[in-house]
Antibody, heavy 115, light 110 residues
């Protein structure tokens, strides 16, 4: 059974940093692109970033370029999202998701950016 | 700002057929396959349709997808109360190099 479990969310002040983690199990992690998708409270889905199987290619939505970094550790079956210079508009539930078609999703972790 | 446009809401009575449209452009739907997601209240989204019209294992055949040109649609036949949810289309955009989601459609079963 595919499982994706996010952690690392919480309350952070504007301008602060946070690192999200996603622990993957139930599939060969190193064989799949992985993505982060977020959903602001009461709003729709927004794709944030994805990363190729070996980490050699990464893509980001414009609003997070230069502030967020996606990475992975295939030996630990883990995906990460380093978030710096956080803004109020980054407040959202962040989902870890498998593959470029986003076929499996974690339960999400809430990030709140507020003073 | 989403580049895929969906109607904000759709509704029907139990047993009816409901269709949701998704309008894009040549750089997304026109060039790539479309996926659809269902998000039940308070839960994570779930993949409903992939590659325009393919259903993952476990998805009832009441759900079907199609694509034509720069538009796609999701049809729910034999509407059931448990289908009340938000539905999103999505596709890769070759110009923006991002995966774009639609604006979302809330389906209500009357």
């Amino acid at each position: 059974e595919v499982q994706l479990v996010e952690s690392g969310g919480g309350l952070v002040q504007p301008g602060g940093s946070l690192r999200l983690s996603c622990a993957a199990s139930g599939f060969t992690f190193s064989s799949y692109w992985m993505s982060w998708v977020r959903q602001a409270p009461g709003k729709g889905l927004e794709w944030v970033a994805n990363i190729k199987q070996d980490g050699s290619e990464k893509y980001y939505v414009d609003s997070v370029k230069g502030r967020f970094t996606i990475s992975r550790d295939n030996a630990k079956n883990s995906l990460y999202l380093q978030m710096n210079s956080l803004r109020a508009e980054d407040t959202a539930v962040y989902y870890c998701a498998r593959d470029s078609i986003v076929d499996y999703w974690g339960q999400g972790t809430l990030v709140t950016v507020s003073s | 700002q989403s580049v895929l446009t969906q109607p904000p809401s759709a509704s029907g009575t139990p047993g009816q057929r409901v269709t949701i449209s998704c309008s894009g452009s040549s750089s997304n739907i026109g060039s790539n396959t479309v996926n659809w997601y269902q998000q039940l209240p308070g839960t994570a989204p779930k993949l409903l349709i992939y590659s325009n019209n393919q259903r993952p294992s476990g998805v009832p055949d009441r759900f079907s997808g199609s694509k034509s040109g720069t538009s796609a649609s999701l049809a729910i036949s034999g509407l059931q109360s448990e289908d009340e949810a938000d539905y999103y289309c999505a596709a890769w955009d070759d110009s923006l190099n991002v995966y774009v989601f639609g604006t979302g459609t809330k389906v209500t079963v009357l």
